[in-house]
Each structure stands twice: as structure tokens, then as C-alpha cells.
Nanobody, 115 residues
Framework: QVQLVESGGGLVQAGGSLRLACAASGSIFRFNVMGWYRQAPGNQRELVAS???????NYADSVKGRFTISRDNAKNTVYLQMNSLKPEDTRVYYCNYLVVGNQYWGQGTQVTVSS
């Protein structure tokens, strides 16, 4: 089992920045992909960004150039730096930990961007 604890959500004005963090603990696998998804009420959860244990990244088109994902493998922690936030970025953001044959989710953290 892997436990994920998220932090860093909150309320920010449009154009502002937030940094999310997600720390993994438990049965950590050497090869994994950690990422962030987001979900609005009534909508499907969508990928925001992901990063492999080797450092390969992937971003949704809607956040390219504004968001940066990074990780500290020694701390089993993934970060999402969100700049130039827009009201449409308002979602619950979920941390994801993906290994072969299984995946785990954090509890979610609310990000609200006011106009």
C-alpha cells in the first residue's frame, strides 16, 4: 500500500501562484510515475501533469508554460508549481502514484482562483 498526503491548495487571485506538494509513504516502488489530476464537480478527472521516477514529464495542453511538475525522489515527493493561474483552473487537485498493475490517489486539495 502507498499513502499520499497532499498540501498547498487554497484561494488565490487570477494571475497568482500556488505550489502543491504530495508526499508518498509506504510500499514505495523504485519505478513509478507520480502526477496531478484535477476534477470539477460533475466532470471526469483529467490529467494535469505527470513525472516518472526517471524525470520524464507530461503536461496537459491547457497548463503548458504555466505549470511545472518536479519531484524529489529522496523524499518521495512530487510538486506542482502553478503560475499565471486562471479562474478555469479552479478544481480539486488529486495526487496520483502509478506503478505496474496499480495506482493510488491522494485525498484531494481544493484550488480556487478568483477573477
Amino acid at each position: 500500500q502507498v499513502q499520499l498526503v497532499e498540501s498547498g491548495g487554497g484561494l488565490v487571485q487570477a494571475g497568482g501562484s500556488l505550489r502543491l506538494a504530495c508526499a508518498a509513504s509506504g510500499s514505495i516502488f523504485r519505478f513509478n510515475v507520480m502526477g496531478w489530476y484535477r476534477q470539477a464537480p460533475g466532470n471526469q478527472r483529467e490529467l494535469v501533469a505527470s513525472i516518472s521516477s526517471g524525470g520524464m514529464t507530461n503536461y496537459a495542453d491547457s497548463v503548458k508554460g504555466r505549470f511545472t511538475i518536479s519531484r524529489d525522489n529522496a523524499k518521495n515527493t512530487v510538486y506542482l508549481q502553478m503560475n499565471s493561474l486562471k479562474p478555469e483552473d479552479t478544481r480539486v487537485y488529486y495526487c496520483n502514484y502509478l506503478v505496474v498493475g496499480n495506482q493510488y490517489w491522494g485525498q484531494g486539495t481544493q484550488v480556487t482562483v478568483s477573477s
